[in-house]
């Protein structure tokens, strides 16, 4: 036994080295695109977003940007929307062809773009979106438009997807605050020559997009509308219209004060000239299946903290494995020599031989040899040396095989939530794999998501499986009720809250919204895919497959439970036990918060260490399962199946917190709308992560249960079947 958790403990040292190393490496040759000289290049226009705010804007919607002209560029006429998969669209996305002219090699000094008039209304949402930091995102080739960083040591050079699109500062005669918009873009693309063939032939790939704004005065301008001096030192285009001064005193007759705000529609406008400069760089430096890495910043001071969290957590599992080593050895080696034997079982009682009084049970802390079992009156009469004769060893936990498996309340609950959790691991599984080998990089825009519906759909055929045959074992009958439970709680939960959160970002015309029509393609997916999946494994589960068999007979009388400790109390314990997993994750759960909310204009790449993390995690919640379960048991506590649950998944409210805690101290989200999202999402995330832990903490109670329970009863000839049945989950070998 011991052997068997040094070997695990070493080969989870070697593949923290081995995928770590990988760090989800760019695939080289993945979606390559090269170009000749002079051939047109396409520059795509997507959305604006801020760090301050969750709530997102396609880029044609705003009222101070040039609309599109319609005009054919790169083969394709401006305006028209690109073809999105599942994950752009639910991330936000709305890329469309734009009327920038590129073409590979030809530089321009400057090209007028348009002018565009902006009323009130479109100022003081400019204004408006300028205070909030918005930022907006470009692509050619498939690389975001970046604002380039170096270091302090001026070593490397860093991305940061996205720019600007205006900057505010304050005047100094009045002080008050002045927004100014970028209406001129420099635009630098890296190329170097194409590997293989191509590159013999004269074509080229691209390696870099980095886009500089520039604010200039709509005046000094040429016959074409540029500006007279692009790259000197000019006046910025203040975004501002005067107010309406008799508008306004008509509106304040009384007043003393009069606001300078004018949000009356007196047909006044503000004329924005755009306009843009194209460079073409060779860049030798950077290979192509290299050109992400420059948005990965600060690289090598995250790969430390990295390190340093997957140390911590494989602390923390090592002191837990050494605390299961010894329960285990202590269950399996010195409890289990008293053995209940089957003679002296009767209606899953123990029944004591020619004994005139029966023993009193003592408070379940007492565990020693001979302890819990005391004997009063004539015992001459005994044989000390007849092995039949003699009373067995009995600890707490062992007076519980008549009550452990009794089927626990609301099983018909129980059995879908561990369904549903079964296709999240399956989910969660496969795409940390696939993010490991590269499959699912920050390239492959929106298929983290994408991928993520996908096998979340996929794995409904294990859901219902797994449900069924758990409801089998409860004593279920009816499946198909079962199975609509399985297909509708979870998924159901999930789509309701999305869809009504939904609704408050439709009020507010931002491209978060899901579209209907994408609304009704998942409700779709859910109904006349998954839930046929879902019938399936229900089916085969059920009429095909043999419930979980149990290596005891559970009693027709329920055993009464004793006050318990304060520690071993359902909402004490799991709070306690959920400390421990959380305690391996927090570290790692920084860098995803950082990514997802702090600063989005980075990129999540280290899937190697998450991968890592999240091994040791579940390692973690197995352990913590196997302790809290046994100290329930030797209470004599035998209501373990939702405790299970709830101790596997007890990491999700300190995660919660966690949330809560980020929000307040990291962040900067204003608005109502927007702090709801991220509070209704985090509990989402939380809620998801809670399920797929608790499920795992259910299945190994489960197998930890009917191991020991073996052991006591090893003539019960359900043992051994019975622990291939659940795919040998730990502990096999013994």
């Given at each position: 036994?011991?052997?068997?958790?040094?070997?695990?403990?070493?080969?989870?040292?070697?593949?923290?080295?081995?995928?770590?190393?990988?760090?989800?490496?760019?695939?080289?040759?993945?979606?390559?695109?090269?170009?000749?000289?002079?051939?047109?290049?396409?520059?795509?226009?997507?959305?604006?977003?801020?760090?301050?705010?969750?709530?997102?804007?396609?880029?044609?919607?705003?009222?101070?940007?040039?609309?599109?002209?319609?005009?054919?560029?790169?083969?394709?006429?401006?305006?028209?929307?690109?073809?999105?998969?599942?994950?752009?669209?639910?991330?936000?996305?709305?890329?469309?062809?734009?009327?920038?002219?590129?073409?590979?090699?030809?530089?321009?000094?400057?090209?007028?773009?348009?002018?565009?008039?902006?009323?009130?209304?479109?100022?003081?949402?400019?204004?408006?979106?300028?205070?909030?930091?918005?930022?907006?995102?470009?692509?050619?080739?498939?690389?975001?438009?970046?604002?380039?960083?170096?270091?302090?040591?001026?070593?490397?050079?860093?991305?940061?997807?996205?720019?600007?699109?205006?900057?505010?500062?304050?005047?100094?005669?009045?002080?008050?605050?002045?927004?100014?918009?970028?209406?001129?873009?420099?635009?630098?693309?890296?190329?170097?020559?194409?590997?293989?063939?191509?590159?013999?032939?004269?074509?080229?790939?691209?390696v870099g997009f980095e886009v500089y704004p520039k604010s200039?005065?709509?005046?000094?301008?040429?016959?074409?509308?540029?500006?007279?001096?692009?790259?000197?030192?000019?006046?910025?285009?203040?975004?501002?219209?005067?107010?309406?001064?008799?508008?306004?005193?008509?509106?304040?007759?009384?007043?003393?004060?009069?606001?300078?705000?004018?949000?009356?529609?007196?047909?006044?406008?503000?004329?924005?000239?755009?306009?843009?400069?194209?460079?073409?760089?060779?860049?030798?430096?950077?290979?192509?299946?290299?050109?992400?890495?420059?948005?990965?910043?600060?690289?090598?001071?995250?790969?430390?903290?990295?390190?340093?969290?997957?140390v911590n957590s494989l602390i923390i599992c090592g002191l837990?494995?050494?605390?299961?080593?010894?329960?285990?050895?202590?269950?399996?080696?010195?409890?289990?020599?008293?053995?209940?034997?089957?003679?002296?079982?009767?209606?899953?009682?123990?029944?004591?031989?020619?004994?005139?009084?029966?023993?009193?049970?003592?408070?379940?802390?007492?565990?020693?040899?001979?302890?819990?079992?005391?004997?009063?009156?004539?015992?001459?009469?005994?044989?000390?040396?007849?092995?039949?004769?003699?009373?067995?060893?009995?600890?707490?936990?062992?007076?519980?095989?008549?009550?452990?498996?009794?089927?626990?309340?609301?099983?018909?609950?129980?059995?879908?939530?561990?369904?549903?959790?079964?296709?999240?691991?399956?989910?969660?599984?496969?795409?940390?794999?696939?993010?490991?080998?590269?499959?699912?990089?920050?390239?492959?825009?929106?298929?983290?998501?994408?991928?993520?519906?996908?096998?979340?759909?996929?794995?409904?055929?294990?859901?219902?499986?797994?449900?069924?045959?758990?409801?089998?074992?409860?004593?279920?009958?009816?499946?198909?009720?079962?199975?609509?439970?399985?297909?509708?709680?979870?998924?159901?939960?999930?789509?309701?809250?999305?869809f009504i959160l939904n609704l408050f970002v439709w009020a507010?015309?931002?491209?978060?919204?899901?579209?209907?029509?994408?609304?009704?393609?998942?409700?779709?997916?859910?109904?006349?895919?998954?839930?046929?999946?879902?019938?399936?494994?229900?089916?085969?589960?059920?009429?095909?497959?043999?419930?979980?068999?149990?290596?005891?007979?559970?009693?027709?009388?329920?055993?009464?439970?004793?006050?318990?400790?304060?520690?071993?109390?359902?909402?004490?314990?799991?709070?306690?036990?959920?400390?421990?997993?959380?305690?391996?994750?927090?570290?790692?759960?920084?860098?995803?918060?950082?990514?997802?909310?702090?600063?989005?204009?980075?990129?999540?790449?280290?899937?190697?260490?998450?991968?890592?993390?999240?091994?040791?995690?579940?390692?973690?919640?197995?352990?913590?399962?196997?302790?809290?379960?046994?100290?329930?048991?030797?209470?004599?506590?035998?209501?373990?199946?939702?405790?299970?649950?709830?101790?596997?998944?007890?990491?999700?409210?300190?995660?919660?917190?966690?949330?809560?805690?980020?929000?307040?101290?990291?962040?900067?989200?204003?608005?109502?709308?927007?702090?709801?999202?991220?509070?209704?999402?985090?509990?989402?995330?939380?809620?998801?992560?809670?399920?797929?832990?608790?499920?795992?903490?259910?299945?190994?109670?489960?197998?930890?249960?009917?191991?020991?329970?073996?052991?006591?009863?090893?003539?019960?000839?359900?043992?051994?079947?019975?622990?291939?049945?659940?795919?040998?989950?730990?502990?096999?070998?013994?």
């Amino acid at each position: 036994m011991h052997a068997d958790f040094r070997i695990g403990l070493g080969s989870l040292l070697t593949l923290a080295c081995v995928i770590s190393s990988a760090q989800s490496f760019y695939i080289p040759g993945w979606s390559i695109r090269t170009y000749l000289e002079d051939q047109a290049i396409q520059l795509q226009v997507n959305k604006v977003y801020s760090d301050k705010s969750q709530l997102q804007y396609a880029h044609y919607d705003l009222p101070f940007v040039c609309p599109p002209s319609g005009k054919s560029h790169a083969g394709y006429p401006s305006g028209k929307s690109v073809p999105l998969n599942l994950g752009e669209v639910l991330r936000g996305d709305r890329i469309m062809t734009s009327d920038y002219d590129l073409a590979m090699g030809q530089d321009k000094e400057c090209q007028f773009l348009c002018t565009h008039r902006v009323d009130r209304k479109g100022v003081k949402r400019a204004r408006q979106l300028i205070e909030d930091g918005y930022v907006s995102e470009w692509i050619v080739d498939n690389l975001p438009g970046a604002t380039s960083f170096v270091t302090v040591d001026k070593s490397h050079k860093y991305y940061a997807a996205g720019f600007k699109i205006g900057y505010k500062d304050f005047s100094p005669v009045t002080n008050k605050p002045r927004y100014f918009i970028h209406n001129h873009h420099t635009l630098v693309i890296r190329w170097r020559k194409a590997p293989g063939r191509s590159g013999v032939h004269g074509r080229k790939v691209i390696v870099g997009f980095e886009v500089y704004p520039k604010s200039i005065e709509a005046r000094h301008r040429n016959g074409e509308g540029c500006p007279q001096d692009v790259h000197g030192e000019t006046e910025g285009l203040e975004i501002n219209l005067a107010a309406n001064s008799t508008t306004l005193a008509a509106q304040y007759p009384h007043s003393s004060y009069i606001p300078d705000d004018d949000d009356s529609d007196d047909g006044s406008t503000l004329a924005i000239p755009y306009s843009y400069s194209v460079y073409f760089r060779e860049e030798e430096r950077v290979e192509w299946s290299h050109r992400w890495e420059m948005y990965f910043n600060n690289q090598e001071e995250g790969n430390t903290i990295h390190w340093l969290a997957i140390v911590n957590s494989l602390i923390i599992c090592g002191l837990l494995s050494a605390v299961v080593v010894m329960i285990i050895h202590r269950t399996v080696f010195t409890d289990s020599k008293g053995r209940i034997k089957d003679s002296s079982l009767e209606d899953g009682k123990i029944r004591m031989k020619r004994v005139k009084s029966r023993t009193a049970l003592r408070s379940p802390r007492s565990i020693e040899k001979g302890s819990l079992l005391e004997q009063k009156g004539d015992v001459d009469d005994l044989d000390a040396s007849s092995d039949e004769d003699s009373v067995d060893e009995i600890t707490g936990w062992k007076l519980l095989h008549a009550d452990v498996f009794r089927a626990p309340k609301y099983a018909g609950f129980l059995a879908p939530l561990i369904g549903s959790g079964m296709q999240l691991v399956f989910m969660a599984t496969s795409l940390l794999l696939l993010s490991c080998v590269g499959i699912l990089n920050p390239s492959f825009r929106g298929g983290f998501v994408s991928v993520g519906m996908g096998l979340f759909i996929f794995a409904g055929i294990f859901s219902g499986y797994f449900s069924a045959r758990v409801y089998k074992t409860f004593g279920g009958q009816n499946w198909r009720k079962n199975t609509l439970m399985t297909a509708l709680l979870f998924p159901g939960l999930l789509f309701s809250t999305i869809f009504i959160l939904n609704l408050f970002v439709w009020a507010q015309a931002s491209s978060t919204a899901l579209p209907f029509g994408t609304l009704v393609g998942l409700l779709f997916l859910w109904l006349f895919i998954q839930l046929p999946l879902v019938y399936v494994g229900s089916w085969y589960g059920f009429d095909h497959s043999q419930p979980y068999e149990h290596p005891t007979q559970t009693s027709s009388i329920p055993r009464q439970i004793p006050e318990q400790a304060w520690y071993t109390k359902s909402v004490h314990s799991v709070l306690l036990a959920g400390l421990v997993p959380f305690a391996v994750i927090f570290i790692e759960l920084l860098f995803v918060f950082r990514s997802l909310w702090q600063d989005k204009s980075g990129y999540y790449y280290v899937f190697g260490f998450l991968t890592v993390v999240s091994i040791v995690d579940i390692v973690t919640v197995v352990e913590v399962t196997i302790v809290a379960t046994y100290i329930q048991l030797c209470a004599e506590n035998y209501h373990w199946w939702w405790q299970s649950v709830f101790i596997g998944g007890g990491s999700a409210f300190w995660v919660f917190l966690y949330c809560v805690w980020f929000y307040f101290t990291k962040l900067n989200i204003q608005g109502f709308v927007s702090g709801m999202l991220f509070f209704s999402y985090s509990l989402l995330a939380c809620s998801v992560y809670g399920l797929l832990t608790g499920t795992v903490g259910f299945l190994t109670a489960y197998a930890f249960v009917r191991r020991i329970y073996g052991y006591v009863n090893p003539s019960n000839p359900a043992n051994l079947p019975a622990e291939r049945d659940f795919a040998n989950l730990f502990l096999q070998g013994n």
